[in-house]
Nanobody, 121 residues
Framework: QVQLVESGGGLVQAGGSLRLSCAAS????????MGWFRQAPGRQRELVAR???????NYADSVKGRVTISRDNAKNTVYLQMNSLKPEDTAVYYC???????????????WGQGTQVTVSS
């Protein structure tokens, strides 16, 4: 019922910046939380950042001070601004949205297709 479309990945030199975007569409009553995860080769998927509808944020320790997550509720869009990128940030980045689709309190998690971020030395 929900689709997430990501953009903004690419190749960047160490120390550079990228901004990822993710727009949610479909049958959505309310978006509870939107966030970004990443998965590098040989690694498990890990949380990068998340943001609630009220604007509360959480960041992984490895990215604190270098990335900022933001949200445009009117557009159902979440952004991840990444600065001072390091080679260890190289991964596939996945957008997620935790949503309710009715007035029921049940929450469902949806995922984007993933976008590659590569940081060269």
């Amino acid at each position: 019922q929900v689709q997430l479309v990501e953009s903004g990945g690419g190749l960047v030199q160490a120390g550079g910046s990228l901004r990822l975007s993710c727009a949610a569409s479909g049958t959505i009553f309310s978006i509870v939380t939107m966030g970004w995860f990443r998965q590098a080769p040989g690694r498990q998927r890990e949380l990068v950042a998340r943001i609630t509808s009220s604007g509360s944020t959480n960041y992984a320790d490895s990215v604190k001070g270098r990335v900022t997550i933001s949200r445009d509720n009117a557009k159902n869009t979440v952004y991840l601004q990444m600065n001072s990128l390091k080679p260890e940030d190289t991964a596939v980045y996945y957008c997620n949205a935790d949503v309710t689709i009715t007035t029921n309190r049940n929450v469902f998690r949806y995922w984007g297709q993933g976008t590659q971020v590569t940081v060269s030395s």
